[in-house]
């Protein structure tokens, strides 16, 4: 049964069937329109206004994408620091000479068919850290909640005070 949505950025055609035929049984795929793209601030907006749960961007757009991959980082932790994407190439070697986090580089080989395992482990994968972010956001919100609440009927120590403003700021760059 299909619980998250899956925006996937890629220019090329051909890439955006064989992803949405690896992942359409799992996930719903929305293929984030790359066509009318201004800048990189228009695409990302585009995207998260889609409603997507995480994004998987193919690493080398170059024919639509005039930027550097440090802004492209910036931006997204410009807009929300904490949503989660993941990058996707071709051209792994290049893409870890240009992402500062290795973590979230990935190559296409994985949709495969004759990688069907790979596959399935990146599904997974997918599904964790879908869930880690949304469980981070509910929790947050809860603890916020009750510390709120004790502000209100009494005071903080300054352990809960920190904790109060390090959880008003998450919760405003993820609504942000």
Same mark, same amino acid.
């Given at each position: 049964? @299909?619980?998250?949505?899956?925006? *996937?950025?890629? #220019?090329?055609? %051909?890439? $955006?069937?064989? *992803?949405?035929?690896?992942?359409?049984? &799992?996930?719903?795929?929305?293929?984030? #329109? %790359?066509?009318?793209?201004?800048?990189?601030? &228009?695409?990302? %907006?585009?995207?998260?206004?889609?409603?997507?749960?995480?994004?998987?961007?193919?690493?080398?757009?170059?024919?639509?994408?005039?930027?550097?991959?440090?802004?492209?980082?910036?931006?997204? /932790?410009?807009? /929300?620091?904490?949503?989660?994407?993941?990058?996707?190439?071709?051209?792994?070697?290049?893409?870890? &000479? =240009?992402?500062?986090?290795?973590?979230?580089?990935?190559? !296409?080989?994985?949709? &495969?068919?004759?990688?069907? %395992?790979?596959?399935?482990?990146?599904?997974?994968?997918?599904? @964790?850290?879908?869930?880690?972010?949304? /469980?981070?956001?509910?929790?947050?919100?809860?603890? +916020?909640?009750?510390?709120?609440?004790?502000?209100?009927?009494?005071?903080?120590?300054?352990?809960?005070?920190? $904790?109060?403003?390090? +959880?008003? !700021?998450?919760?405003?760059?993820? =609504?942000?």
């Amino acid at each position: 049964m @299909k619980k998250y949505t899956i925006g *996937f950025i890629d #220019e090329e055609e %051909t890439q $955006r069937i064989i *992803f949405e035929s690896a992942f359409e049984d &799992d996930f719903y795929v929305k293929i984030i #329109e %790359t066509e009318s793209i201004e800048s990189p601030d &228009d695409l990302i %907006t585009n995207a998260l206004a889609e409603n997507v749960d995480i994004l998987l961007i193919d690493y080398d757009m170059f024919d639509i994408l005039w930027y550097w991959w440090k802004e492209l980082e910036w931006i997204l /932790n410009k807009i /929300n620091p904490h949503f989660p994407f993941i990058i996707v190439t071709s051209q792994i070697k290049d893409a870890f &000479d =240009h992402i500062e986090n290795p973590s979230i580089v990935y190559s !296409k080989e994985i949709w &495969d068919w004759e990688h069907e %395992t790979s596959l399935q482990g990146f599904k997974i994968k997918i599904e @964790k850290i879908i869930e880690k972010y949304q /469980n981070d956001i509910l929790e947050s919100e809860a603890e +916020l909640k009750v510390l709120l609440q004790k502000k209100e009927e009494s005071e903080l120590t300054p352990e809960e005070e920190d $904790r109060y403003v390090k +959880l008003n !700021k998450f919760i405003l760059e993820i =609504h942000s």
